[in-house]
């Protein structure tokens, strides 16, 4: 690769030309144009293919030297087939036409599941809290009914034959027996 000087007498072969061999443009990725036999300094365009013709799109860069440059493609770039046009001030190239297809723009749900699933992760974890305290309370009430409370043996008495009092032990929580002596008589 090399330069031309003005006013140097070339041919048809020594006109500027790009040299690179892979033409896939990337959306998002700079793309390195690369040519030959320029008279600093270069005016590259943009051109987009319509029918069999191709139309001017935009204007890349002016007043290039050197023999690259970067190219980023913008956001806007539809898709479609295009090709980049080079010119120094006595001679011009095209490049091959090259097709290009935007990066999808995929919607981001991580904010939106992120943030579902962390509202059900607390809404899940508050529902298991007030369920362990209601068991909890359930549980409880019978005993802190009872808890001040000093149990009292319930003392009662057997009578032979007594009904009424064999039906209170069975409910009684503790029972103590006392055997009363028969009544004596008296003469």
Excluded at 7 to 32: C, E, H, R
Aim: proline share 6%; charged share 20%; glycine share 6%.
């Amino acid at each position: 690769m090399f330069l031309r000087t003005r006013g140097s007498s070339y041919t048809i072969a020594d006109s500027i030309q790009f040299t690179n061999q892979n033409w896939n443009v990337l959306a998002g990725k700079p793309f390195k144009l690369q040519w030959t036999h320029a008279i600093e300094p270069v005016v590259i365009n943009l051109w987009e293919e319509s029918g069999t013709d191709l139309r001017f799109l935009q204007r890349v860069a002016v007043n290039v030297t050197g023999l690259s440059y970067l190219f980023n493609p913008p956001a806007n770039l539809s898709s479609g087939t295009y090709a980049f046009k080079i010119s120094d001030e006595e001679s011009s190239s095209e490049s091959p036409r090259w097709d290009y297809h935007p990066a999808t723009k995929r919607p981001n749900w991580r904010p939106v599941f992120g943030g579902l699933l962390g509202a059900l992760l607390v809404v899940i974890i508050c529902a298991t809290i007030v369920v362990l305290i209601k068991r909890r309370q359930r549980v409880k009430k019978p005993q802190q009914q009872n808890e001040g409370a000093i149990e009292k043996p319930q003392e009662i008495k057997l009578v032979r034959g007594s009904h009424e009092q064999i039906s209170r032990l069975s409910r009684a929580s503790s029972v103590t027996i006392v055997e009363e002596a028969p009544p004596i008589a008296r003469t």
